[in-house]
T-cell receptor
Framework: AQKVTQAQTEISVVEKEDVTLDCVYE???????LFWYKQPPSGELVFLIR??????QNEISGRYSWNFQKSTSSFNFTITASQVVDSAVYFC?????????????FGKGTKLSVKP | DGGITQSPKYLFRKEGQNVTLSCEQN?????MYWYRQDPGQGLRLIYY???????QKGDIAEGYSVSREKKESFPLTVTSAQKNPTAFYLC??????????????FGAGSRLTVL
């Protein structure tokens, strides 16, 4: 069975702090995809990143970076120098290859609050 | 601008009533999806459709129905058979591929409250 665990329910930081959101996944597929989405208070989920299981290179995009480690089945997300606008719920998600399309398995989300 | 429009944003319903949530996209995406979000529970797939006039049940389809008569539209009906319908409903779409790499574009959601 596929499963995504985001153990951190809520995190609160002060602006300019670095923060890491944890994501641990379970799957028996050898080919799979991992995603991070951001849900601001407006409610609409916004795509942040997609990573396939064969690409373990870490990725950096501005203040955002992602650390994918197959050995520990983790796909952690770090925000450097956090800002108030980063306040949102962040979801990690997993998708197997083929099969039912769109059946992303979502974690329960981590609510990040960045205080000025 | 291309995107997904969901309506209404807020909806109140009495027990025993059916309600229909609208979802329209102008992204020319083949696939469309409905998710349900409950507090602290993440998102769960209700139904999805890869092509017009075809759709499949997701993990929690009981008490819901959908139709896909047009590529742009994928309305969701919450029937009186749904025992706990109060939730936030999100519609999404994606280009169809035969891998699991679909990036979903989401609408702003519809919040349904049963009185």
């Amino acid at each position: 069975a596929q499963k995504v665990t985001q153990a951190q329910t809520e995190i609160s930081v002060v602006e300019k702090e670095d923060v890491t959101l944890d994501c641990v996944y379970e799957t028996r597929d050898t080919t799979y995809y991992l995603f991070w989405y951001k849900q601001p208070p407006s409610g609409e989920l916004v795509f942040l990143i997609r990573r396939n299981s064969f690409d373990e290179q870490n990725e950096i995009s501005g203040r955002y970076s992602w650390n994918f480690q197959k050995s520990t089945s983790s796909f952690n997300f770090t925000i450097t120098a956090s800002q108030v606008v980063d306040s949102a719920v962040y979801f990690c998600a997993l998708s197997g290859y083929g099969g039912s399309q769109g059946n992303l398995i979502f974690g329960k989300g981590t609510k990040l609050s960045v205080k000025p | 601008d291309g995107g997904i429009t969901q309506s209404p944003k807020y909806l109140f319903r009495k027990e025993g009533q059916n309600v229909t949530l609208s979802c329209e996209q102008n992204l020319n995406h083949d696939a469309m999806y409905w998710y349900r979000q409950d507090p602290g529970q993440g998102l769960r797939l209700i139904y999805y459709s890869q092509i017009v006039n075809d759709f499949q049940k997701g993990d929690i389809a009981e008490g819901y129905s959908v139709s896909r008569e047009k590529k742009e539209s994928f309305p969701l009906t919450v029937t009186s058979a749904q025992k706990n319908p109060t939730a936030f409903y999100l519609c999404a779409s994606s280009s169809y591929t035969d891998s699991g790499a679909n990036v979903l574009t989401f609408g702003a959601g519809s919040r349904l409250t049963v009185l």
